[in-house]
């Protein structure tokens, strides 16, 4: 690769080219400037496992509170009064948006439902919804794994947990879709800005109204379980319960959609790898893991630095947003061995795609629960399961996550 020069990253980091092939520009960076500051994303660039690290666990310098409401105090005044709902929101205090002792409290609530033997339970479920999917499919003989199985499949299982019925689920997905869209630059149009507030306002009126019907009549489902506790003195406001609620569909669902594309992708591409997971169908969790730290489903995550402090050698300024490269800690040499190859017998595999410390993912046990059914499943059902053409289609207007918009396929 020809090397670029450092003034010319600013305009690359928020390109196309970039999100849909970071890995040459990362590697650079993480060689020649690891905490990098880029006027057109708005914060520091952080690209190196080991100053990724304290950017997790340190809370007292790094914090959740407000790190996406950041996004809106470039605009002059007039234009950031006309997104106070959206600046409000995130302002709020939320599961993913908090730090201790707020997060501690919400956490412990969530996580009741999350634990291992809970998920487990829900691995028929799981399978019952693949087999329909691949039985609709199978006939014809082809599908588009985003369309028919990686959108669908993490949304229905998170809308029973959460207790949204089937037939609303389609909307919630397309407001989760907008209110996602913003997410990844510190710096978004107005007219991105306005479709994820017009996203937010809607789904928070459903999530009131839907609120307001599990009081009436509660079910076996998360939302009705926070109600409970609500009752029994472990108090959410209404405003917490809300965005909590919001938080386990928008980010919980995305992730695991880009964490099967990406699988299957990236299993089609290197066949030698595929045919060995066949053949050694003992590999499954080794490969999954392999899957996460090679196309990270989280390409970035923003913290708010709370006080002036510093980190990789830079000073950074209280109130600067650094950005989490995830997808360049799991590719830094220093911690895997030649990083740019996809090994599913790779040990150790120390990959970060979920995080780490107290904002570890609440949902990490579901989504590898959801990867070992639909992996399984569709290895025994579509062993001659092939791409139908090798460029993928990355979807260039994400760059907070690694996602596909299309990926057909033939059996």
């Known amino acids: 690769m020809t090397k670029t020069s450092l003034a010319a990253f600013d305009e690359l980091l928020v390109s196309p080219e970039f999100v849909a092939d970071p890995y040459p520009i990362l590697h650079q960076l993480r060689e020649e400037d690891p905490v990098h500051w880029s006027d057109s994303i708005g914060g520091w660039i952080v690209t190196r496992y080991d100053d990724i690290v304290p950017t997790f666990r340190e809370v007292s310098r790094f914090s959740n509170e407000g790190r996406l409401a950041k996004v809106v105090e470039y605009l002059p005044a007039e234009s950031r009064a006309k997104f106070k709902t959206?600046?409000?929101?995130?302002?709020?205090?939320?599961?993913?948006?908090?730090?201790?002792?707020?997060?501690?409290?919400?956490?412990?609530?969530?996580?009741?439902?999350?634990?291992?033997?809970?998920?487990?339970?829900?691995?028929?479920?799981?399978?019952?919804?693949?087999?329909?999917?691949?039985?609709?499919?199978?006939?014809?003989g082809q599908m588009d794994v985003i369309k028919d199985v990686a959108v669908p499949l993490p949304f229905a299982v998170l809308g029973g947990i959460l207790g949204v019925p089937l037939s609303d689920q389609p909307h919630v997905k397309e407001w989760a879709d907008g209110l996602l869209a913003f997410q990844g630059v510190n710096k978004p149009s107005e007219a991105i800005l306005e479709y994820?507030?017009?996203?937010?306002?809607?789904?928070?009126?459903?999530?009131?109204?839907?609120?307001?019907?599990?009081?009436?009549?509660?079910?076996?489902?998360?939302?009705?379980?926070?109600?409970?506790?609500?009752?029994?003195?472990d108090k959410l406001s209404e405003q917490?319960?809300?965005?909590?609620?919001?938080?386990?569909?928008?980010?919980?669902?995305?992730?695991?959609?880009?964490?099967?594309?990406?699988?299957?992708?990236?299993?089609?591409?290197?066949?030698?790898?595929w045919d060995l997971l066949q053949k050694e169908p003992s590999l499954l969790n080794s490969a999954l893991e392999e899957i996460l730290r090679y196309e990270s489903p989280v390409s970035r995550q923003p913290r708010l630095t709370k006080h002036d402090t510093e980190l990789g050698g830079k000073q950074i300024s209280k109130g600067q947003v650094v950005f989490q490269m995830v997808n360049s800690a799991n590719r830094d040499p220093a911690y895997f061995a030649d990083p740019d190859r996809f090994d599913i017998r790779r040990q150790p595999n120390r990959h970060i795609a979920f995080g780490l410390s107290i904002h570890f993912c609440v949902g990490a046990v579901l989504a590898r629960t959801e990867g070992q059914v639909v992996f399984r499943t569709i290895l025994e059902r579509l062993p001659k399961l092939h791409l139908v053409d090798d460029k993928p289609d990355w979807d260039v207007h994400k760059p907070n996550s690694r996602m596909l918009r299309t990926l057909p396929v033939r059996f």
């Open 86 to 140: 959206f600046e409000d929101h995130f302002r709020a205090k939320s599961l993913i948006h908090s730090d201790p002792p707020d997060h501690t409290r919400l956490r412990s609530l969530v996580t009741t439902v999350f634990n291992a033997t809970r998920v487990e339970a829900m691995r028929p479920r799981i399978q019952a919804i693949i087999d329909q999917i691949l039985d609709s499919v199978q006939g014809a």
């Open 196 to 233: 994820s507030q017009r996203s937010l306002i809607a789904i928070r009126q459903y999530m009131t109204e839907l609120i307001k019907e599990k009081r009436r009549q509660p079910a076996e489902d998360l939302l009705s379980h926070l109600l409970a506790a609500e009752s029994a003195g």
């Open 240 to 273: 917490e319960l809300i965005y909590t609620c919001i938080t386990l569909l928008v980010a919980g669902h995305e992730t695991t959609t880009s964490f099967i594309g990406n699988g299957i992708y990236t299993l089609l591409q290197h066949p030698d790898q």
